[in-house]
């Protein structure tokens, strides 16, 4: 009876006949190994005694193991003690039966929570040795065996980890080498998963290559169908393949995110009809993981569902690190909710629902750290420490830690936070995980570099930390020094660990960092060496068609302290022509990605190729995009594998060479006929305007100082000349608070002092290098340029405007029209089509233009034809009103101008109700751009931002990037009926003349001269000529700012109303 229990209890346990379930071999086993027991003498001749209770405890460890993965049961240590005592009791019985125990035993110790981590592991190694010792040679069971093997050398911490994946990987493929032809599926299947799994932990040079391979396999198991007889088998295929499409590091971020997505939504519908409890809490932490790094979509939206996903995770887990690591995620997406929503808002707050305490999170974070077994689980201890070196960072940086009174109390609180990133980096370099390492070392530099400007504000006793590059800030002490240095060495461990990876906007993070650092040390070659070298990285992601917004603003700003520092940094190291070539690759650069890269110098046919790149990208893009594509990983596969097309063609391209090479001739062309480029070279470090004029030797070049006439730190107080102060004023006047006394007082302060910062140094060798008769100065813009009144800032005794000695133009480059076709023929305006584009006024208008209507019927009427668009009814789409503009040679928009400093793409033209985006303007296929752009708008030349970034973007630089030889802006908020009487004049001079400098300046002295007498008589004239309708002519002249004045009073006479307006390009 008892021999036919024993057989029954082995045969339910390793085959499960008859369909009995674990806990009924679990039962049978326990009778049989009691009876046993139970026998003083043994009465069966076989098996022995301690056969068949070797056997019976096999049998309970295999069920204790099927109930602990079908029902959970908590019984590891139950399931580890039966099969050691089978070990015991079959050591003198038939090999077949010892091996089988060891393979239990080995089996058991895969995943075991209980003890110690490590030991465990040698353990299990120790069975699977022992059972292939005792003679397995083949079949299924040696490939069972060496699966194993393999798996144990994966986790194993003791000796070489890289050594140990390698041989984890020579058992895996050996274990597939053995498997016979007619092997079972399910052990194909299992022998294949733990390649691929091996494949994807591998981290060494060839990281890529192996998680390709990983994913390919995983792939090709899930789409066998045979993983889909096994719901948990297929959910974890899902898990493993999303997991690596997140950790992937080819191909672009937020395709890759997408694809994990897709696989992450398909495996959590499996876990919907069953109970994979930890399975599901898997799926929803990657979803949490997915949903924080998303580029698509709205970004709080995202955060919102990624908190969702890690507070289930957390309580579905029954893993205690699984759970911890969630609420780990959670803590930190909870931060990142809180800081969106306070940059929303002003005063900066988030929402009570998000807000977090720092000290309550930080001590949250700590607990969970120690929480964390570092030999058991270094992978999730390590990226802990990460996030809370981050958390305490962030803290760090407060405002309410960085006041002056605190400052010196917070250097031991952030060489705290060094060490919380210095932590990990050795799991980090053991594991190849080079992206870790690269992000944890510039956190370490970024720290240092605090700690340095903590303590150098603190000694200098200044409480602005832009003040500590200034040309009077004194030189650095030993300790702040040696910050600085610190900062400088992480910086390059930071780079030699981002050179293993292809994430270049990593690469270019570091390079411009450690050009940074070396400005604060002042070690001005390695500065220019460094932000040269962040160049050639930054063009690899300039053909984006469908950039994310974040992604390019981050990008700018990298540009942008290249663009800033660059020119400084060559100047002072290698001298002007390195000053020029730096800041002139730089704002190429920024322009190519902020607004358009088809102004950068590519042959006819690298401009083909890579438009058709950009095409498939965005064709790729709207199949996403489309409610009715349901299969997204396809295309989503497709637009990975171009966009690698596209950046492999941009990483070879020779851009700094052709920039460099096409400078000197742009410089001599430009030169050549006369005109003078002002190009500045100003921080608050030093001030430096190169004056280029043409020589002796094709080139003269003269640097003149600024900075020793000047307070640079006056000079560049970005709050006081960025666009928020003029608007304040001329607000403040409009609305009747102050006086038009006021107004004109600040543009005349403002212009007397640009007079004597920027002018007066310059005024003597500019009477030098031009000629008489040809005086032309040509402004590269800056922070200054495009802030300040520079036309009309008195010269000379009698204080006549700097226009009145001068032709003045102003470019955000010099090489933006270098590489665009333009007509060589000047344009005749008598014989040239143009279209002017307006809004009638009305009282539900923010900031109403009442003479719009009649400047725009006036302009329409210059050309030999003219089309008057009014888009008052906000009918017109984007495209029809650029299909109505397109094929006419001068665009007049009487109209608002709208920054977006966000995404600078979608900046617009702005026609209450209706509005004109750069994004369309752009992106209209096939657009023929007009020769000449007018802005006869406020402040249409300038952005909402003091950063020489968003300088860059204002509307002038869209047109001219987009192709236009000349845009006419406006610098500062310009009076309506002035700008109706300027823009008529300087239409008629411009008809006159070719030279569209020539035709503003004339009808801005003509404009302040202009007396009431001499306004009724051109007046008169304009209607009589068919220029002006007679309604028209009289409105203007029963305004309030005309009439009852005198004949011989001159109303526009102040620079207010004349000096706004300027030409960019040409």
Known sequence: MFGFNTWKARKL??????????????????????????????????????????RMYGCLGIAYRELRHTEQW??????????KQAVEFLQNGSAEDLVIAHANSAASYLGCEIGDYAQNIELGLYHVDQAISLGVSEGEALAQLLIDRARFYMGRQKGNVAENKKTALENC???????????????AILVNYTLADIYSVIHDEYQSEHVEKSISIWKELLESGGAHDQDKLAISLYARIAGSYLGKIKGKRGDNIELALTYIEEGLTKTVFNHFANERAELLELLGDALRQRTRGQRESNLDRAQGAYAQAMHLSSSHVGSVRANLNRHEVLWEIADAEAADTVPKTPSEKHKVDPQKYIQE???????????????????????LADAMLKFGLSAENVGFQNRRKLVPYLEDVVQAYLMPVPYYEKNFLYHALANNFLNVANSYALLANLLDAADIDWDDFSQLHELRAPDRSNQTRYFYEKAIEFCHQAAKAAEKTDDDILKLKIEAKLGDSYVSIRDWKSAAIHFEKSLPIAQVTLADPNPNIQEVKHILSLLGTVAHWGPLAGFLSDGWKKAVEIG?????????????????????????????????????????DSPMTFDKRTPLEQLIE????????????????RLETGLMATLESIVGDGTVIIYPVITTYSGTLLVISNGPNRLRVDAVSIGDEIDLAQLLDYERFQEKRWREEYETYRTGVATETDWHSFVEDLSTEVSNSIISPLIDLLEEVTQEGNRKLHFISNYLFDRLPLSVAPVGPLGAPLLEHFEISFAPSIMISQFRKHDKMPLDLKKSSVAAIFTEPNPKQEQPLPYAPVEARMIAKSGSSGVLVDVSSGDLSEDQILSVLEGNEVWHFCSHYRVDTDEPMSSS???????????????????????????????????????????????????????????????????????????????????????????????????????VGELHEELDFWTQGQRMDWKDRDSILQSDEIQGMEQNTTPFAHPVYWGAFCVYGS
């Not at 908590?74 to 099969?83: F, T």
């Not at 974070?365 to 996030?387: F, Q, R, Y």
């Not at 042959?603 to 095409?615: A, K, L």
């Not at 063609?649 to 020779?654: A, D, I, M, S």
């Open 74 to 83: 908590d019984c590891i240590a139950l399931e580890l003690e039966a099969n």
């Open 173 to 187: 493929k050996l274990a597939l080498s053995k498997l016979p032809k007619n092997c079972s599926k399910g052990m």
């Open 642 to 657: 171009v966009r690698q097309k596209l950046h492999e063609e941009l990483r070879g391209f020779p851009l700094q060479r």
């Open 13 to 54: 346990y390793s085959r499960a006949l008859n369909g009995e379930s674990p806990s009924a071999v679990l039962q049978v086993a326990e009778q049989a190994i009691a009876w046993a027991y139970e026998q003083k003498e043994w009465p069966l001749t076989s098996p022995s005694r301690d056969e068949f209770l070797g």
């Open 584 to 624: 002139e690759s730089s704002r190429a650069q920024f322009l190519a990605k902020a607004l358009s890269f088809n102004s950068l110098p590519f042959t006819e046919n690298e401009r083909r190729d890579i438009n058709g790149h950009r095409s498939k990208i965005l064709e790729l893009e709207q199949v996403l």
């Open 365 to 387: 974070l700590k607990e969970m750290v120690d929480s964390i077994s570092m030999e058991d689980e270094p992978g999730t201890w390590a990226g802990a420490c990460t996030t």
């Open 909 to 1011: 033209i702005f026609f209450d109700p209706t509005a004109l985006s750069l994004k369309t303007i752009f992106n209209h296929k096939g657009l023929k751009a007009p020769r000449f752009v007018v802005l006869s708008a406020c402040n249409s030349s300038r952005s909402e931002s003091g950063s020489i970034a968003q300088e860059l973007v204002g509307l002038p630089s869209a047109f001219l990037q987009l192709g236009v030889e000349a845009v006419v802006a406006a610098q500062w908020p310009v009076d309506d009926i002035a700008t109706t009487l300027l823009m008529g004049k300087f239409y008629m001079n411009w008809s006159e003349h070719t030279d569209i400098r020539v035709a503003l300046r004339q009808a801005q002295f003509w404009l302040r001269d202009l007396t």
